[in-house]
Structure formats: structure tokens, C-alpha cells
């Protein structure tokens, strides 16, 4: 038996990274898995390789600023596996900003979209089928940035932590519906977003991790498919860090 056996799962930004193991790892539990994201040919390959091994997978081009992208895409969702349980808002963008009197309006505005708006519209387009489906589990993928101060990322900062009261104030808001919202803070995770934000130089970062190694990908899969499934029935509202012990 799956961990996610009969549920239908939409994971945003499943072309690469964090959110491909997440999708992968969901079918290899049973999901059936829409993998969302701007990189359709990345998007389509990895659903193309769930399929061939066996998986339920379908990929759909979403950008998740985009409201009437976010209605088809969930549309698209119903309509090919039949309803909507688990919703994944992973999807991000990372960019240099500078210090606070460098970041530039259109960097904050962009920042906030992709990295905060976005979740809301993708939360406000997949409750109703969760409704539909007599409940649901949604992801929110925050980061560890979201819990302290740090130089020359503050507008990232500060778009992942309104994902904490955003999913906080959602988990109170559903919970008598059987929508349970969580949030993910992953520390220094690697990916193509961390290899490209630190110019290669992403290794040196392990040294400073108490578990002496960077995240990979699978490690934020795992929480992911804890909270996403029924597992976590009596959880709500919680935020995990997944982090080697940076926060600790
Ligand atoms: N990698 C890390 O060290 C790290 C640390 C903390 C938090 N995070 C968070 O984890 C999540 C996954 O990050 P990752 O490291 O896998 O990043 P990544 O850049 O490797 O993958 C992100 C994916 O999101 C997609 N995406 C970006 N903008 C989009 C949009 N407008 N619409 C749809 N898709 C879009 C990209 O195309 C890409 O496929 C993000 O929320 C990120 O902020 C990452």
C-alpha cells in the first residue's frame, strides 16, 4: 500500500529541484500527480518518466501569478484524475536583491508574487475542489530565511514569512472542513535555485550545516509526503523545518 494511495496531488515547480522529487516521490506512493510549472519541457520530461514507470502523472503549464492559469490548471486537474486532495505550493524564485536601499520595486513586486501571492491564488483555486472531495492537505513551502534576518534577502525573506500567517490563518480557517494546511521551511537544499544563487558555490555552505551535508531534494519530499498524507490527520497549522540543524 501507498502512503498516498487514491489521492490526486498538484505540485507547482515539479520541472526541477525540490518540487520533481516531490512529485516523484507522491507517484511512487500512489498519487496520482499533476506537476505544474513555467519549464514545460522539464515539466513534461519528468511526467513523461513517472508515466513510463508506471506512475499517474500529467504535467500543466502554470504560472502561478497568473489567476485564470491557476483555474485551469486545477480544472485540468478534475478533469483528468477526477478531483483534487493534496496541493503542493512550492514554486518560488530566487534572485539577487542587494540591501534594503538596493531592492528595486520591480524585484520587490516580483518576489512577492511569485514567492507570497502566488500560494494565496493557488490556495483559493484548489480549496474548492478540496471542498468538493470532502477534505484535503495543502504544502507551503516556506524557508529557514523566513525565521531570521540575513543580508541581501530581505524581500525573499519577507515574502516566506507571510506564507506563516497565511498558512496559519488558513489552517484555522479550514480545519472544520478537513483542509489541513502546513507549511515547509527547508534550509540550504540542493537544487538548481541554490547552485544558481550562490554561483557554484553551494558546497561551502555545507560546512556550516550541524548535519555537515546540504538538504537534497528527497529530504524535503519526505516532510512533504508526511504532512500531504493522512499521517498527519491531526496536524495543522504547523511549520517544519527541515534544515540539517541550522535552527536548531
Ligand atoms: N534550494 C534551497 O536551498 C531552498 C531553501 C529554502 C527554501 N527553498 C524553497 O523551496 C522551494 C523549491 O525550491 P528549489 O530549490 O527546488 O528551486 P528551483 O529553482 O530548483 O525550482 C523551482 C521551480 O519553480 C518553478 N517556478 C518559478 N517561478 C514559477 C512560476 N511563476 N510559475 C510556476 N513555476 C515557477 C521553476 O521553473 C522551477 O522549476 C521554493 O519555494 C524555494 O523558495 C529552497
Given at each position: 500500500m501507498g502512503r498516498l494511495d487514491g489521492k490526486v496531488a498538484l505540485v507547482t515547480?515539479?520541472?526541477?529541484?525540490q518540487g520533481e522529487a516531490e512529485a516523484r516521490l507522491f507517484s511512487a506512493e500512489g498519487a496520482a500527480v499533476v506537476l505544474a510549472d513555467v519549464r514545460e519541457a522539464e515539466g513534461t520530461k519528468v511526467a513523461a518518466e513517472i508515466a513510463e514507470s508506471g506512475g499517474n502523472a500529467a504535467f500543466v503549464q502554470l504560472d502561478v501569478t497568473s489567476p485564470d492559469a491557476w483555474k485551469a490548471a486545477v480544472a485540468d486537474a478534475v478533469a483528468g484524475f477526477?478531483?483534487?486532495d493534496v496541493l503542493v505550493n512550492n514554486a518560488a524564485i530566487w534572485r539577487g536583491e542587494g540591501g534594503i536601499e538596493d531592492i528595486t520595486s520591480e524585484n520587490w513586486d516580483d518576489l512577492l508574487n511569485v514567492n507570497a501571492k502566488a500560494t494565496l491564488l493557488g490556495m483559493q483555486a484548489a480549496i474548492p475542489e478540496m471542498r468538493r472531495a470532502g477534505g484535503g492537505a495543502i504544502v507551503n513551502v516556506g524557508s529557514t530565511l523566513a525565521m531570521h534576518g540575513a543580508a541581501s534577502s530581505a524581500a525573499y525573506s519577507a515574502a516566506k514569512a507571510a506564507l506563516v500567517v497565511l498558512t496559519r490563518s488558513a489552517a484555522v480557517q479550514y480545519a472544520a472542513e478537513g483542509i489541513r494546511v502546513n507549511i515547509i521551511h527547508p534550509g540550504s537544499i540542493d537544487t538548481p535555485m541554490l547552485r544558481e544563487g550562490t554561483g557554484g558555490k553551494h558546497?561551502?555552505?555545507?560546512?556550516?550545516i550541524p548535519l555537515g551535508r546540504l538538504g537534497q531534494p528527497i529530504d524535503i519530499a519526505r516532510g512533504a509526503l508526511y504532512l500531504a498524507?493522512?499521517?498527519?490527520?491531526?496536524?495543522?497549522?504547523v511549520q517544519l523545518v527541515i534544515d540539517g540543524g541550522t535552527q536548531a
Open positions: 515547480g515539479a520541472a526541477r529541484g477526477g478531483k483534487l558546497l561551502d555552505i555545507a560546512a556550516r498524507s493522512d499521517e498527519a490527520s491531526f496536524v495543522t497549522g
